[in-house]
């Protein structure tokens, strides 16, 4: 009788071992249903935006170079950004030009970026496009005056 009630509490306990398992198993998959319908099908989601705002972290290592070699362009900035449809690349700054600022945006469109391109450009005088080129750049292209003196691209600054 003794080993009936051993083999009967066996036999129980392994039934509640293997009920916990399909109670955990069963838990488990939900939330891996619910975590897989919040990445993949919500519209956006954080990780649908670290996606995107590194994909324009690539491109701007990609292609900032180039553009900023020309002085027209050394105010303007370029940056990853939390906003526009789920991470983007934000373009802000300054230029001289309405011309400028258009030729801001045939640039970048003609590189084709695979991500959101948000465009904050303003128009500005030169004192002020100044003020908001950094000092590295500033010297490079010798904004206001070259480091002899001499007038730097834009010119004397006493005639702004």
């Not at 399909?22 to 891996?32: E, Q, S, T």
């Not at 904004?143 to 702004?160: E, I, N, Q, R």
């Amino acid at each position: 009788m003794e080993e009936n009630a051993n083999s009967k509490a066996v036999w129980e306990n392994r039934r509640g071992n293997a009920g916990r398992l399909v109670f955990y198993a069963i838990a488990l998959l939900g939330i891996a249903g619910v975590v897989g319908y919040f990445v993949w099908f919500t519209p956006c989601n954080s990780v649908k935006q670290a996606a995107a705002m590194s994909r324009a972290q690539a491109y701007i290592d990609a292609y900032q170079g180039a553009f900023f070699k020309e002085w027209k362009f050394g105010a303007v900035t370029w940056q990853p950004h939390t906003g526009g449809g789920c991470g983007c690349l934000l373009v802000s700054g300054y230029v001289l030009e309405e011309e400028d600022a258009k030729a801001v945006i045939a640039t970048i469109v003609a590189t084709r970026p695979d991500v959101e391109v948000i465009y904050q450009i303003e128009t500005a005088d030169k004192k002020t496009w100044v003020e908001h080129v950094p000092q590295d750049r500033r010297d490079e292209f010798g904004l206001p005056l070259k480091k002899d003196g001499s007038p730097g691209p834009l010119g004397d600054p006493s005639t702004w």
